[in-house]
């Protein structure tokens, strides 16, 4: 079992979704479900108990675009320990 301080440097390592499903199962992270919250869509939030705190990842995608733009996606995962934001990352598609 990997302990908190390498899921930290870990977590700051995410660039892509994939790697971002690495670090989930790395870690045992499973669904907690999705919650949906305002302007930014909720792709996945998935959790798990490690060294007895509550670790909770929640990712969040937007898109920056405005009037005659074409940007990619946006991906903001935030990492929370005992429903504390310790971290975020963000990502381009």
């Known amino acids: 079992m990997k302990t908190l301080t390498e899921l930290h440097t ?5 660039g ?3 790697q971002l499903n690495e670090f989930a199962h790395r870690y045992g992270l499973s669904s907690i479900g999705i919650i949906q919250s ?3 869509q909720v792709l996945s939030t998935i959790g798990a108990i490690i060294e ?3 670790v909770l990842v929640e990712h969040r995608w937007y898109d920056p675009s405005g009037p005659f733009q074409n940007l ?3 991906n ?9 934001k310790v971290q975020e990352i963000a990502y381009s598609d």
Request: cysteine-free; overall charge negative; charged content about 30%.
């Open 72 to 74: 990619p996606d946006m």
């Open 10 to 14: 870990d977590f700051s390592l995410i």
């Open 38 to 40: 305002k302007n930014q």
């Open 16 to 18: 892509t979704d994939e």
């Open 52 to 54: 007895g705190i509550q």
């Open 76 to 84: 903001k995962v935030r990492l929370e320990l005992n429903g504390i």
